[in-house]
């Protein structure tokens, strides 16, 4: 089995910043692509940043110049550095995995974290 653990949402007002952390743990065989999505109430769940093992990186436009996605291949794990916060930021954060398990045979899937609440107030 493998987890996806998030941390660091919250609250804070607009222009503030925030650091999200997502750790990967479980019968990992190797990790390619991580990355966070979100969700804001009334929208549908859209990608934010992803990077992948030989840190190819992507964000959405909507937050490039703001957000910065790192990522360190030791400890499974992703963050999200999320300064100059918008209300419009709001949304639950999800963090996303591609991977694959010793069990799986080289097939990689998809793995969800639980979600972490970001609230950005004006």
């Known amino acids: 089995q493998v987890q996806l653990v998030e941390s660091g949402g919250g609250l804070v007002q607009a222009g503030g910043s925030l650091r999200l952390s997502c750790a990967a743990s479980?019968?990992?065989?190797?990790?390619?692509?991580m990355g966070w999505y979100r969700q804001g109430p009334g929208k549908q769940r859209e990608l934010v940043a992803s990077?992948?093992?030989?840190?190819?990186?992507n964000y959405a436009d909507s937050v490039k110049g703001r957000f910065t996605i790192s990522r360190d291949n030791a400890k499974n794990s992703v963050y999200l550095q999320m300064n100059s916060l918008k209300p419009e930021d709001t949304a639950v954060y999800y963090c996303?995995?591609?991977?694959?398990?010793?069990?799986?045979?080289?097939?990689?899937?998809?793995?969800w974290g639980q979600g972490t609440q970001v609230t950005v107030s004006s």
């Open positions: 479980g019968s990992i065989f190797s990790v390619y692509a």
């Open positions: 990077i992948t093992s030989g840190g190819r990186i």
């Open positions: 996303h995995a591609y991977i694959t398990t010793a069990q799986a045979m080289g097939v990689f899937y998809d793995y």
